[in-house]
């Protein structure tokens, strides 16, 4: 199971950024695009950020040290929205509803924030994050910090106080309730903390909601300096 691979254009006045752009070619989630209005991702090369088609920064990428490639980059962060994307489109799952308060708008390091997750009916809560460039981050349940994974089948919501920190962009949360416990999802994101997911992590959620019952959602969290 993949996503579609993004269709990025690379705005790039100076040149300065010829052999990312040939890095990413060979790339299985990006495709190239001839102009913006055709893109889900813009590289501002100028301005040292990714940006989505409707104009926020999803993820900062300054001028490399030297040596470096940014194509990496880029290509994990066009990695991520194809999950993303992908994520939304799949149908047959009851959607959980994620917010975040005090509002969802930008909101900067340092801040404090709240997600709120409602409207689960199934027993089995599993939380996560992925970072503006698609890296992992555990957020529930984590055993080691004495979570139960049935912590929340009386259907009361899950609220998780945050603070904003880098690396800045966009942000996603994703959950899913199932009505069993996803034992080799849970083992999954436990080896993937920290890491940055690649296309075959569709596969593995596909497989750790089969033959279940399963309820899904997920929510964008953009953040700035």
Same mark, same amino acid.
């Given at each position: 199971?993949?996503?579609?691979?993004?269709?990025?254009?690379?705005?790039?006045?100076?040149?300065?950024?010829?052999?990312?752009t040939a890095g990413l070619a060979a790339l299985d989630t990006v495709a190239l695009a001839g102009s913006?209005?055709?893109?889900?991702?813009?590289?501002?090369?100028?301005?040292?950020?990714?940006?989505?088609?409707?104009?926020?920064?999803?993820?900062?990428?300054?001028?490399?040290?030297?040596?470096?490639?940014?194509?990496?980059?880029?290509?994990?962060?066009?990695?991520?929205?194809?999950?993303?994307?992908?994520?939304?489109?799949?149908?047959?799952?009851?959607?959980?509803?994620?917010?975040?308060?005090?509002?969802?708008?930008?909101?900067?390091?340092?801040?404090?924030?709240?997600?709120?997750?409602?409207?689960? @009916? $199934?027993?089995?809560?599993? #939380?996560?994050?992925?970072?503006?460039?698609?890296? %992992?981050?555990? =957020? +529930?349940?984590?055993?080691?910090?004495?979570?139960?994974?049935?912590?929340?089948?009386?259907?009361?919501?899950?609220?998780?106080?945050?603070?904003v920190y880098q690396p800045v962009g966009g942000d996603h949360f994703v959950a899913i309730a199932t009505?069993?416990?996803?034992?080799?999802?849970?083992?999954?994101?436990?080896?993937?903390?920290?890491?940055?997911?690649?296309?075959?992590?569709? @596969? $593995?959620?596909?497989?750790? #909601?089969?033959?279940?019952?399963?309820?899904?959602? %997920?929510?964008? =969290? +953009?953040?700035?300096?």
């Amino acid at each position: 199971v993949r996503g579609r691979p993004q269709a990025l254009f690379v705005a790039d006045d100076d040149g300065g950024a010829a052999d990312d752009t040939a890095g990413l070619a060979a790339l299985d989630t990006v495709a190239l695009a001839g102009s913006s209005d055709d893109a889900d991702l813009v590289w501002d090369v100028g301005a040292g950020a990714l940006l989505s088609s409707l104009g926020d920064v999803v993820a900062p990428l300054p001028d490399p040290s030297p040596g470096e490639a940014r194509s990496e980059s880029v290509g994990r962060v066009a990695t991520k929205w194809a999950l993303v994307e992908t994520l939304k489109s799949w149908p047959e799952a009851k959607r959980l509803t994620l917010g975040l308060s005090p509002s969802d708008g930008l909101h900067h390091v340092g801040e404090t924030v709240t997600l709120t997750i409602e409207g689960h @009916t $199934l027993p089995y809560l599993t #939380v996560f994050n992925l970072d503006p460039f698609g890296v %992992l981050n555990r =957020v +529930f349940p984590i055993p080691n910090l004495g979570d139960q994974f049935d912590a929340f089948a009386d259907g009361k919501a899950f609220d998780l106080p945050m603070e904003v920190y880098q690396p800045v962009g966009g942000d996603h949360f994703v959950a899913i309730a199932t009505e069993r416990p996803p034992l080799a999802l849970y083992d999954a994101l436990a080896s993937l903390d920290g890491r940055p997911v690649e296309a075959g992590f569709l @596969t $593995l959620l596909r497989q750790a #909601v089969a033959d279940q019952r399963y309820e899904m959602g %997920l929510h964008g =969290v +953009f953040t700035a300096e």
